[in-house]
């Protein structure tokens, strides 16, 4: 065996079914060798988003991986890897590398050095002989404590040298923490102490598979919950007690109890402070509960420290709590009946939009439709950065957990289409859809003809107003004398000139046909994009 053939034994081992790609890099033949598909992106940063949207539904027991060539490869991979890195997806990298006596002559480009910042661990192979052990790292690092993407940099001359002897490798377990026990008595009693408390849930919630405790401890309390932008779907927002996610906009009733809350345990979630998610408002007693201690009191000021696993914290609550207190019923029925009163209460608000007849189109119109037709229990969902974010995420409800992939730490144009892609990869029975501007398309668009080449069925859905509406705020006299927001394209004929079928939709009344014409193909097994003509669309949801 030669170096490559190593790393794809040991990824073959660690239950890899895919290795998103672009050439030349030893690893894919290698990998291809032993029947770990190949999957070839018309741009690397694409091909990191497929490893992370992989990474994601998966709940990171299985891990996207990606490989690149040294030089321009990997360059060009470092948006994908920055943007994994800010939302914390344990995803792999394995770039090739240049001859070791080139690594450190200007202007060779070395991945390890460059990628440092934004990978959770990262390291260069010297020897063919100690990629076991780089690996078992790598996975390691993943796996432990709070994720993130790791970077094993590969020179050429280590993957074509000759392994000696028989490769020693036992796939890496994910490692978990429990709480301490005092933490979780005090974390008890100040929850049954406060008088309005909500919880908080990110993302930790998702990678810990526990949804089902959540809702649990949530209905034991009783609290309502509110959701980061990853955290989004962590439980049904269909649950009587779910408030849903906020990115920079939030359901009404998201804001209200966030503001009046006396108290506030966040699960799962880092609380780091970011222009695309919650803050936390000013004087509240705060609970912080996370895997890694090195968020505790970085952003905001915890009163009471709860580190450890999502799942095994929500286990030691509800144990604490359910030995302290019985349930409270009353108080369940009258908290639940107050949400659904604050849920009509806005959706009362925003129907003129979501009912709109209006032309160009409504996109509210559109989330409402796409909502009523597709099964959302078997839906995968995404959006893309921009304003289909902000309308998207606060409308569309989720029926199930891990149904939704929210992000945005980092807000890069167009990493939705790759997200989606590995998230049909990972949950090939699921609708997998996302949603983007015509802005985002410009940036990754052309990657849906590797959609089409592997045969890997998402639906595509463009909202296109010809502008760059977010940004008018701050383009103003660039526009006004050289028109810098507008944009535009057709990009039915571009999806259509790329081997992806395709529909313009301009009228309200063809919603609803073109979306069942479209599910019928993804499920037919083939990707589909609908172009809707919709109006620049400056409303949001934010309270």
């Known amino acids: 065996m030669n170096g490559a053939d190593v790393i794809a034994d040991i990824l073959k081992r660690e239950g890899t079914e895919f290795l998103a790609c672009y050439p030349r890099n030893p690893l894919i033949e290698a990998c291809a060798a032993i029947d ?36 321009p490869g990997i ?17 792999m990298v394995i770039p090739a590398g240049n001859a070791p006596e080139r690594q450190y002559m200007h202007p060779t480009f070395r991945a390890a050095d460059v990628f440092r910042p934004v990978t959770k ?16 790292r790598g996975f390691h690092a993943m796996r432990s404590g709070k994720p993130g993407p790791v970077l094993v940099e590969v020179p050429n001359a280590v993957f074509e040298a000759t392994y000696e ?62 959701a980061t932008n990853p955290g989004k779907s962590a439980i049904p927002e269909s649950h009587p007690l779910a408030l849903g996610a906020a990115t920079r906009s939030s359901p009404k009733m998201y804001a209200h109890f966030l503001k009046n809350a006396d108290l506030v345990l966040a699960i799962g979630s880092s609380v780091t402070k970011t222009n695309f998610g919650p803050s936390l408002p000013s004087g509240k007693t705060f609970i912080h509960s996370t895997n890694d201690a090195s968020d505790i009191n970085k952003d905001y000021r915890a009163d009471l420290a709860v580190v450890g696993d999502a799942a095994l914290v929500l286990d030691a609550l509800i144990a604490e709590i359910g030995e302290t207190r019985a349930p409270d019923a009353r108080a369940l029925s009258a908290l639940k009946q107050q949400i659904a009163a604050g849920k009509d209460e806005w959706r009362a608000e925003w129907a003129k939009h979501l ?12 989330i409402r439709d796409l909502m009523r037709t597709v099964d959302r229990a078997d839906t995968i ?4 950065s921009g304003s289909p974010r902000e309308q998207f995420l606060p409308f569309w409800e989720t029926t199930a957990a891990h149904s939704y992939m929210g992000w945005g730490k980092s807000t890069q144009l167009g990493y939705g289409l790759g997200l989606i892609m590995g998230a049909k990869l990972a949950a090939p029975d699921k609708l997998c859809i996302n949603v983007m501007g015509d802005s985002s398309f410009g940036m990754t668009g052309l990657d849906i003809e590797t959609a089409a080449r592997n045969r890997i069925p998402i639906l595509t859905i463009v909202f296109n107003n010809g502008i760059m509406a977010a940004e008018r705020p701050v383009l103003k006299i660039s526009d006004t004398k050289y028109g810098a927001m507008d944009v535009g394209g057709n990009y039915t004929k571009v999806a259509e000139g790329l081997g992806v079928a395709s529909r313009r939709v301009d009228k309200p009344a063809d919603i609803v046909p073109a979306i069942k014409g479209a599910v019928d193909v993804v499920n037919g097994g083939a990707p589909y994009l609908l172009e809707f003509v919709v109006k620049e669309g400056q409303e949001f949801s934010r309270y």
């Open 75 to 91: 360059e060009n991979a470092f948006p994908g890897v920055a943007q994994a890195f800010s939302e914390n997806v344990p995803l």
């Open 355 to 366: 009912d709109s007849d209006e032309v160009p189109i409504n996109q509210y119109r559109v």
């Open 121 to 136: 661990w990262c390291a260069v192979a010297s020897s063919v002989q100690e990629l076991p052990d780089l690996m078992r």
């Open 165 to 226: 002897g028989k490769v020693d490798y036992t796939p890496v377990p994910v490692a978990r923490a429990a709480p301490d026990p005092d933490a979780v008595k005090e974390a008890a009693r100040m929850l049954l102490a406060a008088k309005r408390p909500v919880l908080w849930a990110g993302q930790g919630v998702h990678y810990a598979d526990a949804s089902e405790r959540l809702a649990a401890l949530a209905e034991l309390i009783p609290a309502p919950v509110v």
């Open 381 to 384: 969902a995404t959006h893309d």
């Open 36 to 71: 770990i598909r190949t999957i070839l992106c018309r741009q690397e940063r694409v091909g990191v988003g497929m490893a992370d949207g992989f990474s994601r539904i998966r709940r990171g027991r299985q891990n996207g991986v990606f490989a690149a060539q040294q030089g």
